[in-house]
């Protein structure tokens, strides 16, 4: 998930500082001392989309990109984005996404082009593959860019504008640099490049002209990944473990290829083998999502995340279930549940009255103009 979908207003000097005498006070009426200012309390993020709302939306969507050769994908992102964006709400007001259908299509085309040489050249010849991947990766980092100020800018809240301020430079190093590095370190360096990726994405990004930044370290990312390497492994080595002790086991017997102990140690090595993978799924995304945001500032505001792996594990099973028996006529049902659980999970955390913080970042861009997209405006991401 994106940050939410960003300069200190200085204002006038107070006349008394100019004041050359310093004025009398009082003693006999001593004035009372201010009142503190109370600390807000924290505002729980909501969603108010439903799967019955969503379905509909889905299912014209579904028919109008089969109809029009997935031409009509660009309008259907748009919908479905304007749809979870401005039924996410935050202190009561809702999120709004304006992007152009025109600006998605035309990434699209750019990314079907890059993506479609470079597939077409691996199948003629791994040579002239790898020659084209040179310069397919080295425009990458440059169009991931576009994208993120693209979808950025188009994202508000309160009427106020997200933005985004990565460089080129950032984004070579964060996309290419280190995924570069990891391929020679032979996946070492996943975790480190992953928060490479979300220091770069959070830490550049703004609201009206106010930074959001990223505390996150690699050694927590080195753990979160470590532990769900540990729980993917879990089942291949119970695989192992059962079918080597039901084989001793029915060897003494000297009926291996008859003894049902055999062929239950094999469905239970099975079973854990799958649910092992299945569950290193959302353990991974619950982790990740926590620190990631639990990590995220918004000037000295910050947020708290609190996704439960047993909880998301059960969405995830369940979903998957339900969709394969409806045929998939369960599947925007399925995402609504699992966006609703993801961002009621969230907690944003002021510290001072969100109406005078958005206020003042308001007078801000007013005082400043908004900032204006370059002239190619496009949005990747699929």
Do not use: C
Request: aromatic share 14%; no cysteine.
């Amino acid at each position: 998930m994106a940050p939410f979908p960003i300069a200190m207003a200085t204002g006038s000097v107070d006349s008394a500082h100019r004041e050359a005498r310093p004025r009398a006070v009082n003693t006999d009426h001593p004035l009372p001392d201010p009142v503190a200012e109370p600390v807000p309390a924290p505002e729980r993020l909501r969603f108010s989309g439903s799967g019955t709302e969503y379905f509909r939306i889905w299912i014209v969507n579904l028919a109008l990109v089969i109809v029009t050769l997935g031409i009509y994908s660009a309008w259907a992102k748009v919908r479905r984005l304007q749809y979870f964006y401005r039924n996410t709400q935050l202190a009561s007001s809702g999120f709004d996404y304006h992007g152009k259908p025109t600006a998605i299509l035309k990434g699209r085309i750019i990314a079907f082009v890059l993506v479609g040489g470079a597939n077409l050249a691996f199948n003629y010849s791994p040579v002239i593959g790898f020659l084209v991947f040179i310069p397919l990766g080295a425009v990458l980092p440059w169009l991931l860019v576009r994208s993120f100020k693209f979808r950025m800018q188009n994202t508000s809240w309160r009427g106020l504008r997200f933005g985004f301020r990565g460089t080129v430079a950032g984004s070579y190093k964060a996309f290419l640099l280190w995924p570069l590095l990891s391929v020679l370190t032979l996946g070492v360096l996943i975790p480190a490049t992953y928060r490479e990726f979300k220091a770069y994405q959070h830490g550049n990004s703004t609201f009206g002209h106010a930074p959001f930044s990223f505390a996150g370290t690699a050694k927590e990312f080195y753990k979160i990944f470590g532990k769900t390497f540990l729980f993917f492994l879990l089942g291949p080595v119970l695989v192992i473990a059962l079918f080597l002790a039901a084989v001793g086991v029915a060897g003494t017997r000297g009926s291996f290829r008859l003894d049902p102990l055999v062929a239950v140690a094999l469905g239970l090595a099975i079973f854990a083998f799958y649910a092992s993978v299945i569950a290193s799924g959302p353990y991974l995304a619950s982790q990740l999502q926590n620190h990631v945001w639990n990590s995220t500032r918004l000037e000295r505001h910050r947020f708290e995340s609190q996704v439960r792996f047993r909880t998301l594990l059960w969405i995830v099973v369940s979903n998957f279930v339900l969709t394969v028996l409806t045929v998939g006529l369960y599947r925007p049902f399925a995402v609504v549940r699992a966006a609703r659980y993801r961002i009621e999970s969230m907690t944003f955390i002021p510290s001072e009255p969100l109406d005078r913080f958005v206020g003042q970042r308001a007078r801000e861009v007013d005082a400043v103009g908004e900032e204006l997209g370059e002239f190619l405006d496009i949005d990747i991401a699929l």
